[in-house]
Each structure stands twice: as C-alpha cells, then as structure tokens.
C-alpha cells in the first residue's frame, strides 16, 4: 500500500514555505539520483521544475520532466518520483480546499497528471518564483493575483499541449538532458534516431515550440543558474561543465536569456 502524503508534505529538503491567503508556497530540493517511494497526495497541486530533471512515474506513464516545465499533480493518484544526475529544485503550490472550490466553480480541475512545455507558462512561473524568493513591496497582493493567473492560464491550455511526446522528441530531450556538457549537433542526434536533420528539427518544434538548439541552451542555463546559487565554482568552470565553449559564450547567452550578466545574477542568488 503506498504512502498518502498529506497537504504540505513533500519528499526532500524543504528551503521555504510560505502561504498567501490559503494558497501555498514551498521550495523543495533533492538529491541527484535519490527517489521517493511510490505515494499519493491528499490534495492536488502544481509542481515548477526550477532546477535538474526527474522521472515521474505512473502505472501509465513514465515522464522526463526538465527545468522550466510544469507538473500537475492529481490528488490520490499513485507515482513515484526519480531524480537524475543533477540536483532537482522545485516550486510546489497548492490551493486549499475553498480554493480548490472556486475554482471548480469556473471550471478549473486539476484531475489528471498533465506535464505542461509552453514557453509563455514557463515565464509565468518563473515570475511567480522569483516573487516568491526575492519579494517585493506588496508582494503578498502580487503572488496571489499572479497564482490566480496561473490557474487560469492552465485551464486554457490547448488539449495538444498537455499530450505526451511522441518517443522521438522524449528521446532527443533524455540524450540531451543526460549529458548537457557534450557538444552535442543536430547530425549527431539525427544519426542516433536514424531521422534526417532537417526534418527532426522541424519535428521537435513542432511539438515543444522550440529548436532542439533553443532547448538545449534552456536547459544549460538552468543549470548554470543553480550553479551559481548553490556552489562555489567559478564561471569558467560553469561555463565548459555546462556545455558552453568558453565563458564568454556563457556570458552572452546568458545575457540574452536573463537579461542579467553571471556574476550579477549569482549576487543577487
């Protein structure tokens, strides 16, 4: 018989937690290649990949889920949780019960496992982390009317959206998320799943929204930003263990997709 975890509770290391008007905030961390056993949860809620990648696994389904997607998980419904090679960070948010009610009333449900990969979702939560961590004046009102967008904004996700990969997508984003070090090219990853290059391409994009190029230099500087929050090496050694070809690669994609330098980021971490 598994587990039932009650509201609040998660497996891992829990960094903060915070609640705003019945809705609740936790950071939770875990250990590269730990593992929950297989459990339930009292209550449905959200889960934000900031960091790493995991499998979650179903009596239907076993996903990889990457930084920068979002989890939805339904109340009662046992999975077991598997982390990768590296350090998992996580947001989680629930709602109570009159919330859950509210939004039921507008016919917002969390009912069923759904793994989320839209670019504009990702923002969304990214704001609401950054929020969550660094707050600002009034920041309660703001994370509570960002948290309802968000419910909305899951609710008017197209169906495709919330559909599984096809085995070919899931396989380019394992090998790619498996070793974000390796200079991996498109006629690498074309050769390995026997597609031609152009075609592949168009085929991941297709179903993420992104080139596989695009994706992985997400993936990258997920990783580089817990490197700076959470070690101690310098930016060269992020850089070439990241996969970028030197720091100054780092730094100007960095820029492009944060809008901050490094080393300004990892001080304001």
Not at 60 to 74: F, H, S, V
Not at 75 to 89: A, C, F, G, P, V
Not at 106 to 122: G, K, L, N, P, Y
Not at 139 to 160: F, H, K
Request: net charge positive; charged share 20%; with cysteine.
């Amino acid at each position: 018989m598994s587990a039932l975890r009650l509201s609040g509770e998660y497996y891992g290391t829990t960094r903060k937690t915070i609640h705003i008007s019945g809705i609740r905030l936790s950071h939770q961390q875990y250990s590269p290649l730990s593992s929950s056993p297989v459990h339930a949860h009292q209550r449905e809620h959200l889960c934000y990949t900031l960091a790493g990648t995991f499998r979650e696994v179903t009596s239907r389904n076993n996903q990889l889920i990457a930084a920068g997607e979002l989890l939805i998980y339904p109340k009662q419904r046992e999975h077991q949780t598997i982390m990768q090679q590296q350090y998992r960070s996580c947001l989680f948010i629930e709602f109570n019960d009159d919330w859950l009610e509210r939004l039921r009333d507008h016919h917002i449900r969390f009912d069923h496992f759904t793994v989320i990969r839209q670019a504009d979702v990702s923002q969304l939560f990214s704001r609401i982390y950054q929020e969550f961590s660094h707050p600002g004046e009034a920041a309660p009102l703001l994370l509570e009317g960002l948290l309802i967008e968000s419910a909305v904004t899951l609710s008017r996700q197209p169906a495709a959206d919330k559909k599984l990969l096809p085995s070919q997508i899931r396989k380019i984003r394992d090998l790619l998320q498996s070793d974000i070090a390796q200079k991996w090219t498109l006629s690498d990853l074309a050769t390995r799943l026997d597609f031609h290059p152009v075609y592949l391409n168009r085929l991941f994009k297709q179903h993420t929204g992104q080139t596989i190029h695009q994706y992985l230099e997400d993936i990258r500087i997920a990783q580089v930003c817990h490197l700076l929050k959470h070690s101690s090496n310098t930016i060269s050694d992020i850089a070439y263990a990241c996969g970028f070809t030197d720091p100054s690669h780092l730094h100007k994609v960095f820029l492009k997709k944060k809008g901050i330098r490094p080393l300004a980021y990892k001080s304001q971490a």
